[in-house]
């Protein structure tokens, strides 16, 4: 969601890292091979480490190496956070160990994201550092995610050091990858979008002890004419609901109290099993789920928004009152352009039924600016829109042409310098929006799970179910419980208060 820029660092999970290896079977049909490894014989055990839950890919291909030491860096999206969750889950199950950085890291994987210009280039400064210290000799370094199936296997020509390019859609199939890099093959692609296939693993370790991720639907079948998604997540496909409530159930098992369930259309899931349940009863059975606290979903997509939905969050406390719902743009013109699929009155018209909720629901928005052939009236629109609707939070973008998009050329869109000065004066406007909206919480008490305590402050840090960040001064035994805070001041990003 938005524009935050995550940077995970795998930490070390103890009890996982000795879980068995799955041993994984023949080559899929995408994946492919050339020259292998220069080897240095005499580091290679003449037999194959007979170690507990160590086994050879086959006994017919000779070790080349074996990886026990990983390191994982993600960028972009939570679907992201996730998905190298789940590598990790992948990685622990095969034995291998996550260690604080990437020296002393035999697998170093960057999960990567393209959805704008300047996010696509972060993989490739990671990578010079490999080249010019060759600090990355004898490591296999792989990267994920979307700029992986986007430059698929140009990778190797740009970043040679690079041994492992695999995209999301293909990440069921890295058990066999490793597989292969560990038998010593160079260069390993996995970069087939042909799937129906979601990424299941059995151990998936969450970075964030409180809030645990659980993906619904992957890939997006919209044709967005500014997004990258499609060509690099691949096709929509959904999870069935009784997987989806059986990781629910085992995540409130393991302690987690909220929940946040993913898909890059979140609200496009349709149960493929036959219970047939449609979204907002899957929210409605995730939110019943004894034990739960909290349960958000992201990202939504206007279109395929319905009331139901509305519903479901009035019928259940423990749905959160927060509905992240990109609008992209306030003018009917642009969002035509985009190919959004709905007007500004029709999304207007979804706004107005999110707040006839008996809840006041928290609401949050994507903005691009700058998309070919937006004028200043069409941009007006879009600050029109913004003070229409009051968002709590607008995560706000210059657009940047991508590749393979409709709107690759480019054509007509302002000059960059005119975008920066319609994103400042968006970003001005919301600014003095949120400024009101939290300054009108002043007196109100607020349940908040504390998240984090920084002890040079002496405050503790906890999330209001409508996504608000509120400090208050605290211990460090508060992190982890849900508190009552009454808010005291109030800033444009975030809430002071004391605890009640
Ligand atoms: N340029 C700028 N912003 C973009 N987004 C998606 N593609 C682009 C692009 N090409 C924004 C949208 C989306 C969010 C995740 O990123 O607002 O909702």
Redesign the pocket.
């Known amino acids: ?2 524009n935050e820029l995550v940077q995970l660092t795998v930490v070390n999970q103890p009890g996982l890292a000795g879980a068995p290896h799955s041993v994984s079977g023949a080559e899929g049909a995408d994946l492919c091979f050339s020259a292998p490894h220069p080897v240095n014989e005499s580091v290679l055990p003449s037999v194959i480490p007979a170690q507990a839950g160590i086994h050879p890919p086959s006994t017919t291909v000779p070790w080349a190496r074996r990886l026990r030491t990983f390191y994982i860096e993600t960028f972009g ?1 939570q679907m992201n956070v996730h998905d190298s969750e789940k590598v990790q889950g992948v990685l622990l199950a095969r034995g291998m160990t996550p260690v604080e950085n990437h020296a002393q890291a035999d697998l170093v994987l960057y999960n990567t994201c393209s ?2 210009e300047k996010a696509a280039q972060k993989v490739f400064s990671r990578l010079g550092a490999f080249r010019k210290g060759s600090s990355g000799a004898g490591k296999v370094i792989g990267v994920l995610g979307c700029v992986a199936q986007q430059e698929g296997e140009r990778f190797f020509a740009r970043a040679p050091q690079v041994n492992l390019v695999c995209g999301s859609a293909s990440y069921p199939k890295l058990p066999q990858l490793l597989d292969q890099l560990e038998a010593g093959k160079r260069h390993v692609t996995g970069l087939s979008l042909d799937t129906d296939e979601c990424f299941e693993t059995e151990l998936t370790p969450r970075d964030n002890p409180f809030r645990a991720y659980l993906t619904i639907i992957e890939g997006c079948d919209q044709r967005c004419a ?3 998604v499609p060509m690099t997540r691949g096709r929509q496909r959904s999870r069935a609901s009784e997987k989806i409530l059986a990781e629910a159930r085992r995540l409130v098992e393991d302690g987690y109290t909220e929940i946040q369930l993913l898909g890059q259309i979140v609200n496009a899931w349709q149960d493929p099993s036959p219970a047939r349940l449609s979204f907002a009863e899957l929210l409605s059975r995730v939110a019943e789920v004894p034990g739960i606290r909290r349960v958000r979903f992201t ?1 939504s997509h206007p279109r395929f928004f319905s009331a139901d939905v509305v519903q479901a969050i009035d019928a259940h406390s423990t749905l959160c009152d927060q509905i992240h719902l ?1 609008v ?1 743009s306030g003018s009917t013109a642009v969002l035509a352009r985009m190919l959004r699929g709905y007007t500004r009155e029709e999304y207007l018209e979804k706004i107005r039924c999110i707040r006839k909720a008996r809840r006041a629901i928290s609401l949050s928005t ?3 600016v700058g998309f070919c052939g937006e004028t200043r009236q069409d941009f007006e629109q879009t600050l029109s829109l913004m003070k229409e609707v009051e968002y709590d939070q607008v ?1 706000s ?6 590749p393979n ?1 409709l709107a690759e050329a480019n054509g007509d869109a302002p000059e960059e310098d005119e975008k920066g000065r319609r994103l400042a004066e968006l970003q001005e406007l919301q600014r003095q929006i949120q400024l009101r909206r939290n300054q009108a919480l002043l007196g109100e008490t607020i349940e908040v799970l504390v998240e984090a305590y920084q002890g040079r402050l002496g405050q503790a840090v906890g999330r209001s179910t409508t996504n608000r960040v509120i400090n208050f001064p605290g211990s460090p035994e508060d992190v982890g419980r849900y508190l009552a805070v009454k808010v005291t001041a109030a800033g444009p990003n975030s809430l002071v208060g004391v605890r009640e």
Do not use: L
Request: net charge positive; aromatic share 18%; charged share 20%.
């Open positions: 969601m938005g999206c959805i704008r500014f997004c990258v990202t990109p992209q994507d903005i691009i995560f973008f210059k657009f940047s042409p991508r998009t």
